[in-house]
């Protein structure tokens, strides 16, 4: 049988990237982002919820993730589920579950990105250039149309 797993999420970097370089020379990222829930209660009072996600990053993309975002940051992050387990200095088994990212997307114009600038740890040019900021527009991608020979499963 098959398995996925995938996570994808948009919400605000918590703390600014901690970059290091690992002994075998790879630079490792790591960064928080927090995303929140919304929902109407059974009293009918609005209920709010937040969740943080430890993000790591890796080689290129670290280096990027590094550079570009800060605490407060709106970001978009694709990736996979890992958790790590070590034993702690005290002998305790620790665990901790984060996403792996595999791209990264700013989504905000802070810091004068000029819009939504993907990023991603593939290939050789990281740096893709913006595409330009489209409003709220439907009509925009009326056209579009998803065609079942382009679903890649």
Known sequence: ?????????????TQ???TRTIPSGQTVCNFSVATNRF?????????????FHNIVAWRKLAEICSQFLSKGRKVYIEG???T???DGQD??????????ADNMI????KGGSGGAAPMSGGGSNPFTPPKPPV????????DDEIKVEDIPF
């Open 1 to 13: 049988m098959y398995s996925l797993n995938r996570a994808t999420i948009i919400g605000n970097v």
């Open 135 to 142: 409003k709220d527009d439907p009509a925009a991608f009326a």
């Open 39 to 51: 929902w109407t209660g059974p009293d009918g009072q609005k209920q709010e919820a937040s969740e």
């Open 106 to 109: 700013i989504l905000d114009k």
């Open 16 to 18: 600014d990237p901690e």
């Open 80 to 82: 996979h589920i890992q």
């Open 84 to 86: 790590r387990s070590w």
């Open 91 to 100: 002998g305790v088994k620790r665990y901790r579950t984060e996403i792996v």
